[in-house]
């Protein structure tokens, strides 16, 4: 299945609130927050991108417009297109050559992405 918003080859910055918006947990945190997204959706929790170098961060790609006026904890980073901001989430494609970055979770279906009440209420009794 071809989902528009993931390159063919290579990996393409995607504008944060269009196709989706993302929340990244940089280190191990967002190798932690993975996890536990995992634990929690059993089977397949939404996309989420792995990052190899750098921040080494994780970024759960969830609904557009989900992100804005929610109180993160303050490790979290969020992505979106909120009155006067503009994001860019980095997206690798499904195979080939994309270091630094890798799906944790690939997409499966174009409007399927990581649950944000689910991923913010984890995010919290993660990080409290």
């Known amino acids: 299945m071809k ?3 993931v390159p ?3 990996f393409h910055l995607r504008k944060a609130g269009v196709q989706f918006d993302a ?3 940089d280190g191990e945190d967002g190798r932690r927050l993975a996890r536990r ?3 929690i959706i059993v089977g397949e929790p939404g996309p989420m991108v792995a990052e190899a170098s750098g921040r080494r961060g ?5 609904p557009p417009g989900s992100t804005a006026h929610r109180p993160w904890p303050r490790e979290v980073t969020t992505f979106n297109s909120e ?3 503009i994001s860019y989430v980095p997206v690798p494609a499904l195979e080939g ?3 630094p970055l890798l799906w944790r979770n690939p997409p499966t279906s174009p409007g399927r992405f990581v649950h944000t009440l689910i991923l913010f ?4 009794d993660l990080f409290r």
Request: aromatic share 18%; hydrophobic share 50%; net charge neutral.
């Open 97 to 99: 050559r994309t270091w």
């Open 8 to 10: 063919d080859s290579g």
């Open 23 to 25: 929340v990244r947990v």
């Open 58 to 62: 994780v970024y759960f790609l969830v």
């Open 121 to 124: 209420n984890a995010a919290y």
């Open 83 to 85: 009155t006067g901001r």
């Open 37 to 39: 997204m995992e634990e």
């Open 3 to 5: 989902i528009a918003w």
